[in-house]
């Protein structure tokens, strides 16, 4: 029927996983995962689905295995002809209320990027017309 061993739907699973992991516990994964999705499943469902998870990528990290198929990366170059790539992180503060619109502890949102900026003879906005001056 298509179930996990957990005997959850694939979707379902990996709903279970995303709320336990960006919760602070699991009793709040299974909450948010409840208000989020309709889906009522115990804490201690929310936590076996995430650490099983986390299990099956430690063990991809560990191994020499890559997550996904290999593929090379087209890398654009610089006016030197070096390839050039730039990683970024950044961080933004959430303010969640807590129950009954209390005040709660803030939380912070990360993201991560790699990102390859195209050749200057690439640059779409370069390329626009001005805006004429008044």
């Given amino acids: 029927m298509g179930l996990t061993e957990r005997r959850l739907t694939p979707a379902v699973e990996r709903l279970a996983t995303l709320t336990g992991a960006v919760a602070d516990s699991f009793e709040n994964g299974a909450e948010l995962l409840a208000e989020t999705s309709g889906i009522r499943l115990r804490e ?3 936590e076996r689905t995430t650490a099983a998870a986390g299990k099956r990528i430690a063990a991809v990290l560990s ?3 890559g997550l996904g198929k290999s593929k090379p990366w087209a890398w654009h170059c610089d006016a030197w002809g070096r ?3 730039y990683i970024a992180l950044d961080a933004t503060g959430i303010r969640p209320q807590g ?3 209390v005040k709660a502890d ?10 390859n900026p195209l ?3 690439e640059r779409v ?3 626009l017309p001005k805006p004429a001056r008044r």
């Fill in 44 to 46: 201690s469902t929310v």
């Fill in 63 to 65: 191994g020499d295995r």
């Fill in 99 to 101: 129950r009954g619109g």
């Fill in 125 to 127: 906005f370069e390329t």
């Fill in 83 to 85: 390839t050039v790539g």
């Fill in 119 to 121: 050749p200057d003879r």
């Fill in 106 to 115: 803030g939380r912070m949102a990360y993201v991560g990027m790699i990102f």
